[in-house]
């Protein structure tokens, strides 16, 4: 009879040789084996744009494959609406659906707000008053809309606002005034809203998150009107 010993060695060499033959796999590697490309229909609103991995889609909608063992990032946009944005990974373990709709809510932050060419800009605005009177009016103008100030002197001829947060479902909107003198004969001076955004819940002074935007809130929209408006008797 064969030694127990022969016989462990006998099944060793016959685990290996099917090991090597890929009938014995481990069980990981079993699943990624049955994972399968798909294919899911991706539709959403009419005026909407599709993007695929960051490349805008040439129809809407669209049919997108998503291969084995990868995932496509969906990107949903239209102007005044919140964006949306999808991962479909495609490794056995996430569900992908044969068809998706984008359903897209409105973006409160831009309801809430005006394009504006002048936003961002300095804007010159001369005036016939005396310097005294037409700093008394910048100051009332601009407190009756920013409670605080950072900075204002009379004498250069310099004020800046506070920054003013309003916080969105998509975004938060910090807002400031900035008013400086641009000649004293004429007497003009400069003012500028500043309006700038970033993610919605980013705190107000994390300044590399902001970037201009070419919007502004309505609370703000006629400080520069009502500027240009009482500055000139």
Do not use: C
């Amino acid at each position: 009879m064969k030694s127990l010993s022969s016989v462990l060695r006998v099944n060793k060499l016959v685990f290996i040789l099917l090991a090597a033959a890929g009938l014995f796999m481990l069980p990981g590697r079993a699943e990624a084996g049955k994972v399968k490309s798909r294919k899911v229909m991706i539709n959403t609103e009419a005026g909407a744009i599709i993007f695929i991995d960051g490349k805008q889609a040439e129809t809407n909608p669209i049919e997108i494959r998503v291969e084995a063992n990868t995932n496509v990032i969906v990107r949903v946009e239209k102007p005044g609406y919140i964006s949306q944005e999808k991962n479909y990974q495609n490794d056995g373990n996430h569900e992908i659906p044969r068809e998706e709709f984008f359903k897209l809510e409105v973006d409160d932050a831009v309801q809430n707000s005006t394009a504006s060419d002048r936003v961002n800009n300095d804007v010159n605005i001369k005036t016939n008053l005396r310097e005294d009177d037409a700093w008394k009016m910048i100051s009332h103008i601009v407190t009756s809309s920013f409670d605080a100030i950072d900075v204002s002197d009379k004498s250069a001829g310099y004020l800046r606002t506070g920054w003013v947060v309003n916080t969105f479902k998509s975004s938060t909107i910090r807002t400031r005034v900035i008013i400086k003198i641009g000649s004293s004969t004429p007497l003009v001076y400069r003012a500028k809203v500043v309006s700038e955004i970033a993610k919605t819940g980013t705190p107000v002074s994390q300044d590399e998150s902001f970037k201009p935007w070419n919007r502004v809130l309505r609370s703000y929209e006629n400080i520069i009107n009502d500027l240009e408006g009482r500055l000139i008797k």
